[in-house]
C-alpha cells in the first residue's frame, strides 16, 4: 500500500504552525464548553478545517472523521481520523502538553498516523507493519517489568459523572506504582507509552476515534498492548489499558 507519510506530514505542519502562531494569545473570551469541561476555541476549529482541506486536495473522496469539523461521509474504503488540537485545555493555558493526530485507515484499520507536538518540536510517526518513529528514529516501549518502579498516566473523562471513574483507578493503582500522572492530552500520554517514557496510560469511560484509533497503532508498533479493563482484546472505544506489556496483568489485576 501506498505511503501518505508526506501528506500527513504536510497536513500536521500547518496546523502545527498555526498553534505555534496563536500560542499564548488565548483568552477567556476564546474558550467555548461543549460540554462540561470540554473546551475548544477557534483554534481548534481552525486547524481542522486547514487539515481537511489539504487532504481532499488530494483525497476528495475519502472520508473524514473530525472532532471539530463534520464533513460528509463518502462510498469510501479510507477514512481519516484527526484530532487537530489535541490537549485543548492544555494549549489555552499555555501548557505545551497539546499536538496534532492524524491517523488514515483502510477498511476500518488504521495503516498509518502521525503526531506533532508543535512546541516540543516532536514528530511521532507511525506505519502498520513498519514500527513507530520519534523524529525518524524508531521506538520501543519501556523494558521496565517492575511494577512497583513504573509510571503510569491516567485519563479523566470530561463528563463530571465519569470523574469518580477516574478516581477509582488512581486509588486502585496509585500504592503499587512510582507515580501516576494526568498529562491532559491522550494522544501524548498514547506517544509517551509507545516511546518508552512511561509504562501505561489508562482511560475510562467512552472515547472518540480521533482520541484514540491512530495512537493505538503506535503503541502497538512499539511492542505495546492494549485492552479493555478486562484484558480482553477485542475492546472497544471505552475503558483502555495500553502499556509496555510487561505490567499488564497487573494493571488488569488491580483494577478488578
Known amino acids: 500500500m501506498t505511503s501518505f507519510k508526506k501528506i500527513l ?11 505555534l502562531k496563536h500560542f499564548g494569545k488565548i483568552k477567556k473570551k476564546d474558550v467555548c464548553y461543549k460540554d462540561y469541561g470540554e473546551c475548544v476555541t477557534y483554534v481548534d476549529k481552525f486547524c481542522g478545517k486547514l487539515i481537511i482541506n489539504h487532504l481532499k486536495k488530494y483525497f476528495p473522496k475519502h472520508n473524514f472523521v473530525s472532532e471539530d ?5 463518502m462510498n469510501s474504503d479510507y477514512a481519516w481520523y484527526i484530532d487537530p488540537l489535541d490537549g485543548t485545555t492544555n494549549y489555552s493555558i499555555q501548557n505545551p502538553l497539546f499536538g496534532v493526530s492524524i491517523g488514515v485507515a483502510y477498511k476500518k484499520q488504521v495503516v498509518e498516523g502521525i503526531f506533532f507536538f508543535p512546541i516540543l518540536n516532536q514528530w511521532f510517526y507511525v506505519r502498520r507493519g513498519a514500527g513507530a518513529y520519534l523524529n525518524n528514529k524508531k521506538i520501543l516501549v519501556s523494558s521496565q517489568r ?5 509510571i503510569l498516566t491516567i485519563g479523566f473523562p470530561h463528563r463530571l459523572g465519569a470523574t ?5 483507578i488512581f486509588i486502585k493503582l496509585r500504592p503499587y506504582v512510582e507515580n501516576i500522572r494526568i498529562l491532559g492530552s491522550a494522544t501524548y500520554s498514547l506517544c509517551s507509552v509507545a516511546g518508552g517514557r512511561t509504562e501505561a496510560f489508562i482511560m475510562a469511560g467512552a472515547l472518540k476515534p480521533w ?5 493505538i497503532l503506535l503503541v502497538k508498533e512499539a511492542g505495546g498492548r492494549i485492552t479493555d479493563f478486562k484484558g480482553r482484546e477485542k475492546y472497544g472505544h471505552r475503558d483502555l489499558v495500553c502499556s509496555n506489556g510487561k505490567i499488564h496483568r497487573q494493571i488488569i489485576k488491580k483494577l478488578k
Open 69 to 73: 469539523v463534520p464533513t460528509k461521509q
Open 9 to 19: 506530514i504536510q497536513s500536521a505542519k500547518l496546523a502545527g504552525q498555526f498553534q
Open 164 to 168: 469518580r471513574e477516574g478516581l477509582n
Open 146 to 150: 517492575n511494577f512497583h518502579k513504573s
Open 211 to 215: 482520541d484514540v484509533n491512530p495512537g
